[in-house]
Nanobody, 127 residues
């Protein structure tokens, strides 16, 4: 069973950079779509990015397009989120998630499709 663990969060000043990592301790998610979501206090969970099982197809939320990059290393069971040009509005808890449904080649932006979730890592951006 997939066991996701995020790391790499922290506090930075805008327009800094951070790279989040999500490791699947069970190495069971190489055929799954993987996604990053975030949730700020008092707000709904927001789609950030996803990546198909080959790592070739990615999708991004409008608010992060052009600043964030998602990638994956299936040999190591790790998904990355490179975040550049961080803004105070990027402050949130970031969650990694795995979607075991479907073929893994077409990924959803809806959080309800993602069955496995990590515990989250906090990102705080100051102005």
């Amino acid at each position: 069973q997939v066991r996701l663990e995020e790391s790499g969060g922290g506090s930075v000043q805008a327009p800094g950079s951070l790279t989040l990592s999500c490791i699947d301790r069970a190495h069971a998610s190489s055929t799954y779509c993987m996604g990053w979501f975030r949730q700020a206090p008092g707000k709904e969970r927001e789609f950030v990015a996803n990546i198909d099982n080959s790592g070739q197809r990615t999708d991004y939320g409008d608010s992060v397009e052009g600043r964030f990059t998602i990638s994956r290393d299936n040999n190591r069971g790790i998904v990355y989120l490179q975040m550049n040009g961080l803004k105070p509005e990027d402050t949130a808890t970031y969650y990694c998630a795995a979607d075991p449904s479907g073929s893994g080649a077409v990924c959803s932006i809806g959080s309800r499709w993602y069955t496995y979730w990590g515990q989250g890592t906090q990102v705080t951006v100051s102005s």
